[in-house]
Nanobody
Framework: QVQLQESGPGLVKPSQTLSLTCTVSGDSITTNDFWWNWIRQPPGKGLELIGF???????YYNPSLKSRTSISRDTSKNQFILQLSSVTPEDTAVYYCARSGSSVAYDYWGQGTQVTVSS
């Protein structure tokens, strides 16, 4: 069974960099034809794709966040990492990692982690 688990600080100060790690078990992030996604949901709003890293290492960023976003991976730990710089209170959200593929929608999700941007 595939499992994803987000980890990282729950509170980040404005202008700092938010950093989250998604640890994957039950599948390898470098094999099979899947994309490993970061998604967030601000309070009272819908889900927003931040970006993803594919099994081959290709990366996509949401254009609205691209200038502040970096997605990378640590293949030795089967983890992928999100960094979002210059955060503001508008970046307060529940952040999820999830798996998707060319023939499957988001089929496995982490439980989500609340990140609050506040001084």
């Amino acid at each position: 069974q595939v499992q994803l688990q987000e980890s990282g600080p729950g509170l980040v100060k404005p202008s700092q960099t938010l950093s989250l790690t998604c640890t994957v078990s039950g599948d390898s992030i470098t094999t099979n034809d899947f994309w490993w996604n970061w998604i967030r949901q601000p309070p009272g709003k819908g889900l927003e794709l931040i970006g993803f890293i594919g099994s081959g290492g290709n990366i996509y960023y949401n254009p609205s966040l691209k200038s502040r976003t970096s997605i990378s991976r640590d293949t030795s730990k089967n983890q992928f990492i999100l960094q979002l710089s210059s955060v503001t209170p508008e970046d307060t959200a529940v952040y999820y990692c999830a798996r998707s593929g060319s023939s499957v929608a988001y089929d496995y999700w982490g439980q989500g982690t609340q990140v609050t941007v506040s001084s």
